[in-house]
């Protein structure tokens, strides 16, 4: 990107006031992120790759249920225009989330010992019912989140960030000197998320104190109907991508045992949360601002490209120092063991920077009620991922399981982000 471009680029942010609020918002991320991977190479010599593996595969299966455990309701929170159905909205939520964890912690009583077997991770079996603990206090953060959007109250969610990655790193480097293993590891995911999201909901309640007048079954059950398409389309879409997205989790520990599980979540996590930081924080303003303009009919085409012109700027260089030198940093940084890390994380790499450049438009389709589309996409896109891991599985080889996890997710990725630009042209010159 030539400077001049550049300059330009950053004026319109500068104008429209979303630069401010971006890089207050990227600042206080990067920083609770990098709380996590300065500790790692600690981390990564305290505990195995197999109790690593088997704390990713309990995360991986919260992250799955938590991705519908509102039903998709959490994001219609930003799209309403007065503010009272935003917050019945979120009570709406609330209630679908208690009901799907009370409905998880039953399951994992009754089922726990066979889902531990057919996932061949016995030693997770004694953890399983914190499963429910974990998806709520995950929804509970979708909601707020959503909240703090609505209301650009977006320092509020830097600062769970901040305080679940110093919380969960401190209490796994104390678990991993105290020999606790994959339960140490457990706990301190469960203390950080539990303590995090106390944290980030009464911060909410205390500036908008009306969230607490309670809603009655017809409010509730109007909003539910005027909102119907987000649960419709929306839930088999997240589940989907989430599904997809969660595959080699839950796959590698079943067929090529946890610690390569372990081996993966290092590579798949140390790309992923720098992902997160800058792709959250993007998505987070863009938003609140596009879905606000193009319900007033105001073009965004400019925020668009700007921001995606952005992204690839910002990505393109340390992507390619990564990929080009990750065999010979993983073995340095985190310890011989963790040296098969490095060979993964450059075959998902081409995969990581398209989830980096697309991510944060990810909302576009919903904003323009696209979202029967956005589904027929994600449900072809998850078919190919799962026979790009069955491939490799029946070859008995997780190079080739990984490689073509990751082409299809470059495939898949460019057409969607495609699909996106042209919902935006489209939208300026209807």
């Not at 706990?187 to 309670?214: E, W």
């Not at 700027?313 to 990750?326: D, K, M, Q, R, V």
Request: aromatic share 14%; with cysteine.
């Amino acid at each position: 990107m030539p400077f001049s471009q550049l300059h330009g680029l950053y004026n319109d942010l500068k104008k429209s006031g979303a630069l401010g609020q971006w890089l207050r918002l990227f600042s206080s991320m990067i920083f609770s992120q990098a709380v996590t991977l300065l500790f790692y190479p600690l981390i990564t010599r305290l505990y195995a790759p197999a109790e690593m593996g088997l704390l990713s595969l309990f995360v991986s299966l919260v992250t799955v249920i938590a991705s519908v455990a509102c039903a998709r309701y959490e994001n219609a929170i930003i799209v309403p225009a007065e503010d009272e159905d935003a917050f019945t909205l979120a009570h709406l939520s609330f209630v679908i989330l208690l009901g799907v964890s009370v409905l998880i912690f039953v399951l994992t009583l009754v089922a726990g010992h066979s889902i531990a077997l057919w996932l061949k991770a016995g030693n997770l079996r004694p953890w399983f019912p914190f499963i429910a603990l974990s998806v709520f206090f995950t929804g509970v953060y979708q909601i707020v989140t959503a909240l703090n959007v609505r209301f650009k109250y977006f320092s509020s969610n830097a600062g769970y960030n901040l305080h679940q990655s110093t919380v969960n790193t401190g209490l796994k480097i104390l678990a991993g000197y105290l020999r606790q293993g994959t339960g140490g590891l457990v706990v301190a995911t469960l203390v950080s998320q539990v303590t995090s999201g106390l944290s980030l909901m009464l911060g909410f309640v205390k500036k908008q104190p009306r969230i607490l007048a309670l809603r009655s079954y017809a409010s509730l059950h109007r909003i539910a109907c005027q909102f119907i398409s987000f649960p419709a389309y929306q839930v088999i879409h997240t589940l989907t991508n989430t599904l997809s997205g969660q595959l080699p989790l839950l796959l590698l520990t079943t067929f090529f045992g946890a610690e390569k599980t372990g081996l993966y979540a290092l590579a798949f996590g140390l790309s992923f949360r720098p992902i997160q930081v800058i792709a959250g924080a993007t998505s987070q303003i863009l938003s609140q601002r596009m879905a606000s303009r193009i319900s007033h009919g105001i073009s965004v085409k400019q925020e668009f490209f700007s921001a995606l012109q952005m992204l690839t700027f910002l990505g393109s260089i340390p992507f390619l120092l990564a990929g080009a030198l990750a065999r010979w940093l993983f073995p340095l940084v985190f310890g011989q063991e963790w040296t098969e890390a490095g060979i993964y994380f450059q075959y998902l790499l081409p995969w990581l920077f398209m989830v980096f450049l697309s991510s944060p438009f990810a909302f576009i389709p919903a904003v323009f009620m696209k979202q029967r589309k956005a589904l027929m996409i994600e449900i072809t896109y998850c078919v190919a991922r799962i026979l790009a891991m069955a491939t490799g599985v029946l070859l008995h080889n997780i190079y080739v399981a990984l490689a073509l996890f990751s082409a299809t997710g470059v495939f898949f990725l460019g057409y969607a982000l495609y699909w996106y630009k042209q919902l935006i042209v489209n939208f300026d010159t209807r």
